[in-house]
C-alpha cells in the first residue's frame, strides 16, 4: 500500500527485524575487515573500510528510497556536487551553473574547471537561460539560494535533454519530501544532508542520487578512487535522523509561514522571501512542483548594523552558516562573499513553539530598526 512521507521516513532503509536486534544497528567501525584467507576478497563481502562498510550502505539504502533512485553517499555535500562536475565534464565541455545558488559551487566551477577546458556559463535560478546548444551539464539549486527562487525543472530538463545534455538538481534545501528531481526529468539529485536532511547539526554529510546505473557506477567509482567517504558514525547519525525528517519539515515550515508574515508587515524589514508566501513570485511555480515548502526565509534589513543589532537583541535565534536544524539560525550572507545587499539574512526556521519563535523575531526586528 502507498505509505505516507512520515512513514516512508521512519522506516527508510531498516534491515528485516531480527529478534534480539536493534531497529537500526549500530556503526560498523572498521578499515580492514577479515578475508577468506584463500579466496580473498569476495563479492558482498566487506573487504576495506575506503569501498565496503554496511552502515553507509544502510543509509545510502534509505536516501535512495525517498528519492526515488540509486544513492552514493559522501564525506560532505561539497563532495557530492564536485564528484558530479568531475566526472561529467570533459576538455570542450560547457557546464552551466546557477548565479545565484551556493557560491562555494559557482567559486570552484570558476577556479578549477577552466583549467581543465571546460567552459563554465552561469545563470540566474529564475533565468533567462543561454542556449543549451553544446551544454553537457546544466546545474540548478531550485529553491536557490540564498534568494529563494525557483525554476521548473522539468521545463528545463526537457530543453538540456533534447540537445543531448545532463541535469543536476542541488537538492538540499528541500531535501526528498520537499522535492524529487528524479520525478521531474533530472538525471541527479545532488544534496548537502548536512542541513535539513539530518536535521541535528552534529555532522557533515552528502549524497548524489541517479537513475542511470552506469552514471551510479561512475560516481562510485569516483567516490571510492578519492575516498570522500562519510565516516560509519557520520552514516549512522544520519540514518538515525531521517526518522524525524517529516516532523521536523512539518514543524519548521509551519514557523516559516508565521514567521513570513510578521516579516512582511515589519517596518524594519526591506524585503522578504519565502516560496510558500502566496505573494511570493515563486509561489506558483512552487505549488505546482514540490511537495512541500522549506523552512528556510531570507530577508533583507537596512544595512550590517542592522542585522547586528538585531542578533544582539534575540534570545532564541542562532547565528550561524549552515541551516535546516532544529534551532532556529540566521546568517548575514554577504559575510561570505556572496553577491547581496549587506542587510540580507537567510532565516533557518527551527523546531520551537512558533508563538516562542515568532515574539522573539518581534523584539529582536525592533532593536534593529532603531
Not at 528485516?16 to 537500526?24: D, K, R
Not at 573487504?47 to 534509505?62: K, P, Q, W
Request: contains cysteine.
Amino acid at each position: 500500500m502507498p505509505l505516507g512521507d512520515g512513514t516512508r521516513a521512519v522506516h527508510a532503509g531498516l534491515p528485516e527485524a531480527v529478534p534480539g536486534q536493534p531497529f537500526l544497528p549500530g556503526p560498523v567501525l572498521g578499515a580492514p575487515y577479515h578475508l577468506d584467507p584463500v579466496a580473498g576478497p569476495l563479492p558482498g563481502v566487506d573487504g576495506y573500510g575506503r569501498t565496503d562498510n554496511r552502515t553507509y550502505r544502510a543509509l545510502e539504502s534509505a536516501i535512495g528510497e525517498l528519492e526515488g533512485g540509486e544513492c552514493v553517499v559522501f564525506s560532505s555535500g561539497m563532495a557530492a556536487v564536485t564528484a558530479v562536475l568531475l566526472t561529467t565534464l570533459r576538455s570542450g565541455d560547457t557546464v552551466i551553473v546557477p548565479q545565484d545558488g551556493y557560491y562555494l559551487t559557482r567559486a570552484f566551477a570558476g577556479e578549477h574547471l577552466p583549467d581543465r577546458g571546460v567552459t563554465v556559463a552561469t545563470a540566474r535560478t529564475a533565468g533567462p537561460y543561454p542556449s543549451f546548444d553544446g551544454v553537457r551539464l546544466l546545474l540548478l539549486e531550485t529553491p536557490s539560494n540564498p534568494g529563494l527562487d525557483i525554476c521548473d525543472v522539468a521545463g528545463l530538463a526537457a530543453a538540456v535533454h533534447e540537445r543531448g545534455g545532463l541535469v543536476a538538481v542541488d537538492n538540499t534545501t528541500p531535501t526528498p519530501l520537499g522535492q524529487r528531481p528524479l520525478d521531474l526529468g533530472a538525471d541527479f539529485s545532488v544534496a548537502s544532508g548536512t542541513k535539513a536532511l539530518t536535521g541535528h547539526s552534529d555532522l557533515l554529510m552528502g549524497y548524489v542520487c541517479t537513475r542511470d546505473p552506469e552514471l551510479a557506477a561512475t560516481i562510485r567509482t569516483w567516490r571510492n578512487r578519492t575516498g570522500a567517504i562519510p565516516g560509519p558514525f557520520e552514516a549512522w547519525l544520519a540514518h538515525r535522523s531521517l526518522g524525524t525528517l517529516d516532523l521536523r519539515l512539518t514543524r519548521q515550515a509551519a514557523n516559516a509561514a508565521a514567521v513570513t508574515e510578521l516579516l512582511a508587515g515589519h517596518p524594519a524589514v526591506r524585503s522578504v522571501r519565502w516560496p510558500g508566501r502566496p505573494q511570493d513570485p515563486a509561489y506558483g511555480l512552487a505549488r505546482r512542483q514540490m511537495r512541500r515548502i522549506p523552512g528556510v526565509v531570507t530577508f533583507t534589513l537596512a544595512d550590517k548594523a542592522a542585522v547586528d543589532r538585531f542578533f544582539a537583541a534575540s534570545e532564541l535565534i542562532f547565528a550561524a552558516t549552515s541551516f535546516g536544524g532544529l534551532h532556529t539560525s540566521a546568517d548575514r550572507r554577504a559575510q561570505w562573499g556572496d553577491d547581496t545587499p549587506e542587510g540580507l539574512v537567510r532565516f533557518s526556521c527551527g523546531v520551537e513553539d512558533t508563538a516562542d519563535l515568532v515574539a522573539d523575531l518581534r523584539q529582536a526586528l525592533d532593536a534593529a530598526r532603531i
